[in-house]
């Protein structure tokens, strides 16, 4: 059976056919306005009209930035959109005539990550997405954590640090404020101020002004060589590798997917979450070492995701 | 069909006949020595033997101290016997001519109540067992967690304070650390050490030796009135809640079952608990704030735990 | 012997003669542009001059925000106006044909609460003002505490969370962070966007919105008894007794005077400090526990301490 | 004039005659039982005698571990000798017939590396002496640092991470639980239990068995090239490092010396603590950076600072 994915994003909706092996037979997408619920419905109607012209679709599935209750259908809380206990799932179903299932976004790359990239071959594993915020994804024993009211797998809200960085969500050392792409421009700007000496290369690239870093101008210092971007990616890294020691205590999975924008930095961010991950892993010589790898699946994870739990739904 | 429970302990083994309620139908024990494993399996035959008189009974359960491997029949590393991937089931399974299936007994008590008890009405929770050091038993959706190699939800070594507490483990800030009756103790110590006017009952109830101080001693003096034994139970319960608040980000469980010794400080121990996990929890107010509650079975729960889990594998 | 102190400002600059006593005999202020360190000087000798007139002066202290060199006339660094290593004191000698002395704002704050105010009974106090910011000023064995390159009593600055809450000097975990007028606040906030049940009363004061909460409308309200301010009130004083116990370990005062606006909320900042001082004290019991006290002299303390200074240099 | 050092230790008693230059004259011992104090005044005054048969001395001044009043004469509390609030000085004046001054034994090294050791060119200086724990000795504009009640510069103590290592103090992260000898057996130890793998030429000089690791072999096989043993050091730098910046914020000194029987490390440990020290000073780039250098002295620092205190008294 063929399935439907859309990924309903802050600027724009993104959907495609996917079958039963995770393949991506077609795509669209339409710009949408987050202040404009009832736009971004019509949008998805539109989308899945499209797509169903040439393809016989028996499910939906949706992917949003958001809260999801157990009946995968209702959006408790969206981060970007003004749903708050919204059947977003019902409506849908009622407009298109399809099954609809809703899921977070971050379930729905993470599983399309476990059912066809890079976590393919085990049933324990954990997506964390590094991009503007940290988002994450749990399998264990082959089935998505998703918790008893839709809020389960908040890893960026995980507190690594007592008293921490302040957290837009209102509480202090959330992960997230170490392991994303924000914490890396805070923190490197905040290096540049307290020790421009050692970042003359980066203060090129941003011609002269510390306020014009951006994450990406981070990497690419850290690829051409420079030691104090390295560094920055490095002390990211290692925070990740926090994380990850906390979640294995936890969680016990097989392996970790890393994905998002900040992931392009390959292994100057994955060698050191390795390392801090090997010295911090409890129990540490009494079970493997979980894997760490990069996404496979690239920006049509929420697609694919969203299709294939619709399906199994 | 009838399961036996066995529950191997440090020194004595307990065993039971459980049937599909979660009734103990009968129950032997026996005296053991942990130093010598081939003793220990002579107890278990000599105990299931003594209960198959009289019952009829389809599958043994073995709860044990330590990691269990996914095949849930090897012991991988157990705590205080000298078990190192040792193939625990199989060697009882050919000596009882019964299916036999071994469970982390932490893992085993958490799904007792989870059946049986304090949970039978949620499909998410966590079972937090509060006594020498600090246990726990997750299920999500109505499934145990058991994690990759068997060492998922050892959450006692979730760390809460960078650079914190040492551990046994060889690691710093473990939430054991903070969260136990190793703690209670010692940490009541310290505060005598260094603020003796305030603690005149309990130095009382210590025959005037911090040294004697144990944590019982602290329950009856707070549940006495005695404001410094408060304090102390206080302390213990809101780093209760800081963990729930940090495993709720990730697992989000609709309930919170607390067992082990210090359980019997009561609300003593879960309103600061209840507090902290208030404050700390993320997303609050966005979804049910999960419920504390005191576990119900007791004892038995590791027998008529492993004994479920065996009947239902 | 009289002498004129002046306190230079961000925005206005205030100057009086002192005399020995500590007695402030006339006073005249100017309002300046912190953008135009000429104006400013003007401003100051203006301010001299008028005041010469009545009086005969020996000296004159400059009290600025800023690190001040061991020449005591060097401002090496400014906050608020563009000094950097700018010969201030040899300027404003050379232009008022006196002796002047230039010291830290905090500092001479400082002086004059041992000197003349709540630190006159004593040989060793630290001055903590608590404002926007956390300045400190520490004198020992009767003697202001500047350090090698008058840095020194930047207790602000302090680290007292590994990796907490980003400061703007570009570390983190600075006390400022915990205690200051901007802590109040930004806490507050957070506060009331996670749990805005509790803060009904506050909310009411800020018109119905939490950005518009300030420090002064939390005294108000935990002084009218509103409990959640009360609370945001003892979470600063108990960072605010942090500081100090890390601060004993070291100094070992007898003394410490809070000043500042955030003080104006007295014993409900004070208590809790004087509590969380109490518990963390090294060698509690075996000293006696310095007290805390509010300041005295208000927002002379700049002018009487500067001018103080300047006679005894 | 001349004056005698006595250092009285946990064991023995060290006595020598110290000219104003600094210089040990001569020198004298005697083993002695910290149970007895009784006994400890007779070998000191049995050891000055000796020494004044062939010198003319002035003063004697006495160095010993534990807070000494503002009289310099009273022992408030002292770590290994049962003495409280006990009037050393005084009695030994009586005996001696000689003016005699007491000292806490950091502060007496200290004084000795300002005077006549690695400090003898600044104004303002802290001395960290890295031992079994973690003492400290402050000079700010040439004065030595007492406190109001002889309790100052116990930098051992100084909180580090809130809830952290607990101490033998009571309390929780003291700076001496990351940086002393202690602390470097203990981590040591706990990575060889976790990571036995990395550390085989460490544990070939412990004859393999982890609890015979001393700090000397750490520092040993640091110095033959194991990196293992060099990372433990480096850790313990880092932590070192980070003390120094915390105290420099305080203080602003121009000098660190550091002492001690973990100083034997050199650059080993001191390029770390550099390092930290560079990455967390406040204000860095608006002053200079400390200097950080090994102690000059030795063991007789603190024959010769206590003699050098009492001359000076």
Same mark, same amino acid.
């Given at each position: 059976?063929?399935?439907?994915?859309?990924?309903?994003?802050?600027?724009? #909706?993104? /959907?495609?056919?996917?079958?039963?092996?995770? +393949?991506?037979?077609?795509?669209?997408?339409?710009?949408?306005?987050?202040?404009?619920?009832?736009?971004?419905?019509?949008?998805?109607?539109?989308?899945?009209?499209?797509?169903?012209?040439?393809?016989?679709?028996?499910?939906?599935?949706?992917?949003?930035?958001?809260?999801? !209750?157990?009946?995968?259908?209702?959006?408790? =809380?969206? /981060?970007? #959109?003004?749903?708050?206990?919204?059947? &977003?799932?019902?409506?849908? +179903?009622?407009? @298109?005539?399809?099954?609809?299932?809703?899921?977070?976004?971050?379930?729905?790359?993470?599983?399309?990550? =476990?059912?066809?990239?890079?976590?393919?071959?085990?049933?324990?594993? #954990?997506?964390? *997405?590094?991009?503007?915020?940290?988002?994450?994804? #749990?399998?264990?024993?082959?089935?998505?954590? +998703?918790?008893?009211?839709?809020?389960?797998?908040?890893?960026?809200?995980? +507190?690594?640090?007592?008293?921490?960085? /302040?957290?837009?969500?209102?509480?202090?050392?959330?992960?997230?404020?170490?392991?994303?792409? *924000?914490?890396?421009?805070?923190? *490197?700007?905040? /290096?540049?101020?307290?020790?421009?000496?050692?970042?003359?290369? &980066?203060?090129?690239?941003?011609?002269?002004?510390?306020?014009?870093?951006?994450?990406?101008?981070? *990497?690419?210092?850290?690829?051409?060589?420079?030691?104090?971007?390295?560094?920055?990616?490095?002390? @990211?890294?290692?925070?990740?590798?926090?994380?990850?020691?906390?979640?294995?205590?936890?969680?016990? %999975?097989?392996?970790?997917?890393?994905?998002?924008?900040?992931?392009?930095?390959?292994?100057?961010?994955?060698? %050191?979450?390795?390392?801090?991950?090997?010295?911090? &892993?409890?129990?540490?010589?009494?079970?493997?070492?979980?894997?760490?790898?990069?996404?496979?699946? !690239?920006?049509?994870?929420?697609?694919?995701?969203?299709?294939? &739990?619709?399906?199994?739904?």
């Amino acid at each position: 059976m063929l399935a439907i994915g859309v990924d309903i994003g802050g600027t724009k #909706i993104a /959907a495609g056919v996917v079958d039963e092996d995770g +393949r991506l037979l077609a795509s669209t997408r339409r710009d949408t306005d987050p202040e404009d619920p009832a736009a971004i419905e019509d949008s998805v109607a539109d989308a899945v009209e499209e797509l169903r012209r040439d393809h016989e679709v028996g499910v939906v599935g949706v992917s949003a930035a958001g809260f999801v !209750g157990r009946d995968r259908s209702t959006v408790v =809380f969206a /981060a970007n #959109i003004a749903w708050r206990d919204y059947p &977003l799932g019902e409506v849908l +179903r009622q407009r @298109l005539a399809l099954p609809v299932v809703v899921e977070n976004d971050a379930n729905a790359a993470g599983w399309a990550e =476990f059912r066809f990239g890079a976590g393919r071959d085990v049933e324990d594993m #954990i997506m964390l *997405t590094v991009g503007t915020g940290l988002g994450g994804a #749990i399998v264990t024993d082959g089935r998505l954590l +998703r918790g008893a009211s839709g809020a389960g797998a908040e890893v960026g809200h995980l +507190r690594v640090v007592p008293n921490g960085r /302040a957290c837009g969500c209102g509480h202090d050392g959330c992960l997230e404020r170490y392991v994303s792409g *924000t914490a890396l421009v805070r923190e *490197t700007r905040a /290096a540049l101020e307290t020790d421009p000496d050692r970042a003359a290369h &980066l203060i090129g690239l941003a011609e002269g002004k510390p306020k014009r870093v951006t994450g990406p101008m981070v *990497t690419q210092a850290a690829k051409e060589g420079d030691q104090f971007a390295v560094d920055m990616l490095a002390e @990211l890294g290692r925070w990740l590798g926090t994380g990850m020691a906390a979640l294995s205590a936890v969680l016990d %999975p097989a392996l970790y997917v890393v994905g998002g924008g900040v992931c392009e930095a390959g292994d100057l961010l994955l060698e %050191p979450a390795r390392e801090a991950l090997d010295q911090q &892993l409890f129990a540490r010589g009494r079970r493997p070492l979980p894997t760490i790898v990069i996404a496979e699946l !690239g920006n049509d994870a929420g697609i694919v995701g969203a299709a294939d &739990l619709a399906r199994s739904h």
